[in-house]
């Protein structure tokens, strides 16, 4: 017998691997049952190896089927925004006129690329995406039961079902596609649990969807990009499941040539200038970043400071009401009974008060800024990447120097390894030899930097981009909330005006009406 545990490793294997990548889970229901039978459908009957190993068989034989049919990959590799990390070492053809310095390298500021092709959503600004909560799906093979997300955008009369692993899938391919973007967060997945329905964390999940999918469309390569209008457009299931597998399957380019930019061209220029900028943005991201954590945590005891508060108000509210109803049984003053009700009533709307304000505290200030300081985590990542390129740079630049030097000092032509098209130039004339020696070290230190340039752009650009956008939304964040902490303290006014107000006209026999029909409400809410 399989234990919790092992059924819940195997199911997020078979749904990372087969669902999540785009493959029909009849079909590979049936290869299961291909190679054991009926019983190849329980989970019990294969171990997390076998599956592992079906998987890939798997997998080969859809890949086999799929061009066997005379479709072709290939088309997908036009698609691609991006370049790998492990950035390859290339050929650099297009700056032989630029000026080399003593060691030849050189410094070309823009590159020619590949133009990027524009989808329907080009051609609107000022999109907005909306998210509602959709169907909670029963547990299949592959899963337990899981929550849907409905995406709208009313401008386009565009309407599909997406599930949390999809936007995971998403983000994981954009941030392959767009290494030099700052991706926005999507919140964790929330451990299996019970919680995973609570209506509040949903809500809060949704909530952060829909900020992910519409700072996505503040990014303009990402806005029109295909993968973006495909995941926002294709409802038909069978459809988006093709789709991914072509995404999964994407060639990389392997020059910064075959990168795709809005307008064909590629900012690579590195001086002193951007490397001050570029400083500037990393250290004030740390320190944002720092910040930022700091805040959250601060928010966070605030909330729960404020949960303790509101339990002590429930608590002496609930005192003043026995108060209350001691009084009407021995006090024969009614005014102690008033006062006792009326003191029962203010604590009430202090503690719904403070409630209210718990929640406008959590939703618009701790959510909105825990997504900020992730978002900043992301492009601190750009940061990090930006920086071993730069230390790819620097370091192979170094031993370059150091290598022309020692080279010419020895003597040895022979392993001076000079570029192909030189002729008759003066080998005695270190000014003169040195920026041809070494000719494909020489280029490939030359790649480097330009793709550090690239980066190094990127971290500018991005910063700036971003800076705007959080700019704007500080500033409608912080009059949202303004607007209804106005709403949550101007009810609490007018619930304790009323109280001053109406105090000297309350008689016993109103307030005990009053008291029994709050008393039923409140029972027929809780049987409900």
């Given amino acids: 017998i399989m234990s919790d545990s092992d059924e819940q490793q195997k199911q997020l294997f078979l749904r990372e691997n087969i669902l999540d990548k785009g493959y029909e889970a009849e ?29 890939n068989e798997f997998i080969s034989s859809q890949y086999n089927n799929y061009i066997n049919d005379g479709n072709d990959f290939d088309f997908i590799e036009e698609q691609s925004q991006q370049i790998p990390t492990n950035f390859p070492q290339f050929n650099n053809t297009d700056n032989n006129n630029e000026q080399p310095d003593l ?11 590949l133009k990027q092709e524009k989808t329907e959503l080009n051609k609107i600004d000022n999109i907005k995406i909306e ?16 929550q849907t997300y409905i995406i709208t955008i009313p401008t386009f009369n565009l309407k599909v079902i997406r599930r949390y692993s999809d936007f995971e899938w998403m983000r994981r391919i954009l941030l392959n596609l767009f290494p030099a973007s700052v991706v926005p967060p999507i919140p964790k997945k929330n451990k299996l649990g019970g919680d995973r329905f609570n209506e509040e964390f949903l809500e809060k999940r949704k909530r952060t969807l829909e900020k992910f999918l519409n700072l996505l469309l ?58 001050k900028i570029y400083q500037k943005i990393k250290n004030m991201t740390e ?19 404020i949960s303790i508060v509101i339990t002590r108000l429930n608590e002496i509210a609930k005192n ?35 409630k209210k304000q718990n929640t406008l505290t959590y939703v618009n200030i701790r959510e909105y800024f825990k997504f900020s300081k992730n978002t900043v985590k992301s492009m601190k990542d750009l940061i990090n990447t930006a920086e071993i390129n730069k230390q790819n740079f620097v370091k192979s630049k170094k031993n370059l120097i150091s290598k022309k030097e020692d080279l010419f000092k020895k003597g040895d032509k022979t392993k001076w390894d000079l570029a192909p098209y030189i002729q008759d130039i003066n080998t005695n004339d270190k000014n003169t030899i040195f920026p ?76 005990m009406e009053k008291f029994d029909s709050e008393k039923n409400k409140n029972k027929n809410e809780n049987g409900n």
Wanted: hydrophobic share 35%; charged share 30%.
């Fill in 27 to 55: 079909d590979f229901v049936s290869y299961l049952i291909s190679k054991k039978g009926d019983e190849g459908i329980n989970l019990n009957n294969w171990s997390l190896d076998e599956l592992k190993s079906v998987v």
């Fill in 103 to 113: 060691y030849g390298i050189t410094n070309p500021e823009i590159i020619n690329c």
């Fill in 131 to 146: 998210i509602i909560l959709g169907e909670k799906k029963p547990g299949t093979f592959f899963s337990k039961a899981y």
């Fill in 218 to 275: 503040e990014d303009p390569k990402i806005k029109v990009s295909q993968i973006f209008y495909d995941f926002v457009s294709i409802d038909e299931i069978k459809n988006f499941s093709d789709k991914k597998k072509y995404y999964n399957n994407i060639k990389l380019p392997q020059s910064l040539k075959e990168y795709k930019s809005l307008n064909g061209k590629l900012d690579i220029k590195v001086d002193d200038t951007r490397e």
């Fill in 287 to 305: 320190t944002n970043q720092e910040l930022l954590s700091k805040l959250n945590k601060q928010i966070k005891l605030l909330n729960n400071e």
């Fill in 320 to 354: 003043c009401e026995e108060l209350f109803l001691n009084s009407i049984k021995y006090d024969e003053d009614n005014d102690i009974k008033i006062s006792y009700y009326e003191l029962n009533e203010m604590f009430k709307h202090w503690s719904n008060a403070l």
């Fill in 436 to 511: 041809y020696m070494l000719f494909n070290e020489t280029n490939t230190v030359n790649n480097l930097k330009q793709l550090y340039g690239y980066y190094l752009n990127s971290v500018i650009n991005e910063f700036n981009r971003l800076e705007k956008i959080f700019a704007f939304s500080h500033k409608q964040n912080l009059v949202e909330n303004a607007k209804k902490e106005i709403s949550i303290i101007s009810e609490l006014f007018k619930n304790t005006s009323d109280i001053a107000v109406s105090s000297p006209k309350y008689n016993i026999e109103n307030i």
